[in-house]
């Protein structure tokens, strides 16, 4: 069963506060996306990766930054969590080159920054 | 304005209704048209994906694209409360990179009533 792990379901930091997410997936996808997921307004995307080490920015990059050491991994990174970044954050993959659309997402990790 | 407009419901609909969920965009650079089904607490997953202009069937789901109007629908015969969930449309859109990333609505929340 092909799976996308985000590492916090819930997690609760205060503003100014570094904050990882991490999101490991388990089918050998060249693409991993992070996106945030907000009450009207749908899915953003923040960052993606293509390969290892290599990242472009998506829709919303600012104040966040990402990191992909290994394939199967890929880390957002909030510097300095500020209250607007309360959301749901949303992980997934995808094989290069898919036509298809089919992103394999994680359950999201629900930031709350106080 | 959006790129890709939804609208957000809820639409509430009697068990066995017919139920006809859109999106516009306005990018006619998009290629790939898909609709992703997102339950209460987990992360979306892949129903249907189109690529030219006309209707596909999955069983009680048809998925239409009018490419000239841009305008997609999904379509639900016989809907059973185990629809109940967020419908996203979400559109391809090819990256400088060579990899797809993906544009979401905002999702339209359907309940189907027992």
């Known amino acids: 069963d092909v799976k996308v792990t985000q590492s916090s379901r819930y997690l609760v930091k205060r503003t100014g506060e570094k904050v990882f997410l991490e999101c490991v997936q388990d089918m050998d996808h060249e693409n991993m996306f992070w996106y945030r997921q907000d009450p009207g307004l749908g899915l953003r995307l923040i960052y993606f990766?293509?390969?290892?080490?290599?990242?472009e920015k998506g829709d919303i990059p600012e104040g966040y930054s990402v990191s992909r050491e290994k394939k199967e991994r890929f880390s957002l990174i909030l510097e300095s969590a500020s209250t607007n970044q309360t959301s749901m954050y949303l992980c997934?993959?995808?094989?290069?080159?898919?036509?298809?659309?089919?992103?394999?997402f994680g359950e999201g990790s629900r930031l709350t920054v106080l | 304005q959006k790129e890709v407009e939804q609208d957000p419901g809820p639409l509430s609909v009697p068990e066995g209704a017919i139920v006809s969920l859109n999106c516009t965009y306005s990018n006619s650079a998009f290629q790939y048209f898909m609709w992703y089904r997102q339950y209460s607490r987990k992360g979306p997953e892949l129903l249907m994906y189109t690529y030219s202009s006309g209707n596909k069937e999955d069983g009680r789901f048809t998925a239409q694209v009018d490419k000239s109007s841009k305008y997609i629908s999904l379509f639900i015969r016989d809907s059973q409360p185990s629809d109940s969930a967020t419908y996203l449309c979400?559109?391809?859109?090819?990256?400088?990179?060579?990899?797809?990333?993906?544009?979401f609505g905002t999702g339209t929340r359907l309940k189907v009533l027992a």
């Open positions: 990766s293509y390969d290892v080490k290599m990242k």
């Open positions: 997934a993959s995808s094989l290069a080159g898919s036509y298809t659309g089919e992103l394999f």
């Open positions: 979400a559109m391809s859109d090819l990256t400088t990179s060579g990899t797809y990333k993906y544009i």
